[in-house]
């Protein structure tokens, strides 16, 4: 059993960043895969950004080359560094965990992730 606690939301004007944590509990927390997602009012949950434990990442297109997820093993948590946030970002933004199958995949749904945190607000004013 994992729990993931999120904090690091807030509000934001356009342009600036913020820098989510999700802290988990367990002892092998390190060989999980992690996912951050976000859900806005009217829209399903997305994937924004995954880590497996070898540092494998993705992102998705709207995130690239803004969003940076990394994890540190010892403090058992994961970070999402939010840079040049715009108002699209607005949304609750959830950790996700889960041990998945062997290999450098990142599942993009949230079927995949058995456990998630009680989500961050995150608002980027224009």
């Known amino acids: 059993q994992v729990q993931l606690v999120e904090s690091g939301g807030g509000l934001v004007q356009a342009g600036g960043s913020l820098r989510l944590s999700c802290a988990a509990s367990?002892?092998?927390?390190?060989?999980?895969?992690v996912g951050w997602f976000r859900q806005a009012p009217g829209k399903e949950r997305e994937i924004v950004a995954g880590?497996?434990?070898?540092?494998?990442?993705y992102y998705a297109d709207s995130v690239k080359g803004r969003f940076t997820i990394s994890r540190d093993n010892a403090k058992n948590t994961v970070y999402l560094q939010m840079n040049s946030l715009r108002p699209e970002d607005t949304a609750v933004y959830y950790c996700?965990?889960?041990?998945?199958?062997?290999?450098?995949?990142?599942?993009?749904?949230?079927?995949?992730?058995?456990?998630w945190g009680q989500g961050t607000q995150v608002t980027v004013s224009s």
């Open positions: 367990g002892r092998t927390f390190s060989s999980y895969t």
């Open positions: 880590i497996r434990w070898r540092d494998r990442t």
């Open positions: 996700a965990a889960g041990v998945m199958a062997p290999g450098d995949h990142i599942p993009l749904h949230t079927s995949n992730y058995p456990y």
